[in-house]
């Protein structure tokens, strides 16, 4: 074998070496690799697992809101229809007592009912109740329903003539519009 021979099959040898000491570290790397892709995947899964419990947490959160709001807009309701009750038993209690009395005394009877309807009004202006229809007002159709007109020249246009049903508010929530006759 001549000198180039030898040399080229030495070269082909260290490569052929070199390959063999490459491939374990390559296979070296690429596992190194998978376990950084491992860590990473058991990371990624973790932090996964962490925001579904934030999630579900904060789901119970709102339901738990909005039960708990619920509820305290129930009491509150609850709370205030006991508190009108409590202002309008004096008044029950006030017609039962003239229901309840034998006597044939129609003016004594007519002066309880006026003292049950004061009472009646005191304790509505306490729930700020406000009254309205009034004769001699304007008429208004957002407080008013008109249900009959006429036609007189002693009235001015729109003036309210005859009141068959008062109304009621609250602030500026209607409860009731007034009946009312009105001048065209």
Request: avoid cysteine.
């Amino acid at each position: 074998m001549s000198k180039k021979e030898k040399e080229n099959k030495e070269k082909q040898a260290e490569s052929k070496t070199e390959e063999v000491k490459a491939e374990p570290a390559a296979e070296k790397k690429a596992k190194e690799k998978q376990d950084e892709n491992g860590e990473e995947k058991n990371s990624l899964e973790e932090e996964l697992a962490a925001v579904k419990d934030q999630l579900l947490r904060l789901t119970a959160e709102y339901a738990n809101f909005r039960k708990r709001s619920e509820k305290e807009k129930q009491d509150a309701f609850t709370f205030a229809k006991a508190q009108t009750v409590k202002e309008l038993l004096p008044a029950v209690d006030n017609l039962e007592r003239a229901i309840a009395n034998d006597k044939e005394d129609f003016d004594g009877l007519k002066k309880g009912v006026q003292m049950t309807y004061d009472s009646l009004i005191n304790i509505l202006g306490k729930l700020g109740v406000e009254i309205f229809g009034e004769t001699g007002e304007t008429f208004d159709p957002n407080l008013h329903n008109a249900v009959m007109h006429v036609e007189d020249e002693n009235f001015k246009e729109g003036e309210i003539v005859d009141v068959f049903q008062k109304g009621y508010k609250i602030n500026d929530k209607i409860i009731r519009p007034a009946m009312v006759k009105s001048a065209n």
